[in-house]
């Protein structure tokens, strides 16, 4: 099985979570601006929280590609709650007959909240959410 690890990132905190999911894998995590989906393979989707939602850019990524019967674990941080811009990614992957293996979510440093996240320990957590996808 073959990996791509996708992500947008304002500030660094999804693309260090990308680079420790793609480091598990073997793989370069890539920025969505030059991103293009390959054949067959098992693709990770990340982005910040940015009002309220996935970031434009990841939205209309998954508009323009097919993800029928594609498998796909997501990955998301935000300054709080608990994962509505990955809850919104699924719900339009879903609409396009993805399959969502499975999905990772933590804080995100934003102003003077969650100060140093991800930390040390949401990285470990992401390298194992990166394993338990592959088996
Ligand atoms: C423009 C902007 C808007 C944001 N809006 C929200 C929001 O609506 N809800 C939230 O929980 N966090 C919000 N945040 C915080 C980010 O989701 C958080 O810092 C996240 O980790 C950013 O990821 P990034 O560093 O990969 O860009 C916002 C941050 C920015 C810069």
Redesign the pocket.
């Known amino acids: 099985m073959d990996f791509q690890v996708i992500?947008?990132?304002?500030?660094?905190?999804?693309?260090k979570i990308a680079e420790a999911i793609a480091f598990e894998l073997g793989v370069r995590a890539e920025d969505i601006k030059n991103a293009k989906l390959d054949g067959n393979t098992l693709v990770f989707l990340g982005?910040?929280?940015?009002?309220?939602?996935p970031a434009k850019s990841m939205t209309q990524f998954i508009q323009d590609n097919s993800f029928t019967s594609r498998d796909v674990a997501l990955f998301g941080?935000?300054?709080?709650?608990d994962g509505?811009?990955v809850n919104e990614m699924e719900s339009v992957l879903r609409s396009k007959d993805a399959r969502i293996k499975g999905r990772f979510f933590c804080?995100?440093?934003?102003l003077f909240a969650?100060r140093g996240?991800p930390n040390d320990e949401d990285v470990d957590e992401a390298k194992k959410f990166a394993q338990l996808m592959r088996t």
């Open positions: 992500y947008f990132s304002k500030k660094g905190n999804t693309k982005s910040g929280c940015y009002g309220g939602k941080t935000s300054g709080s709650g509505i811009e804080k995100g440093k934003f969650n996240r």
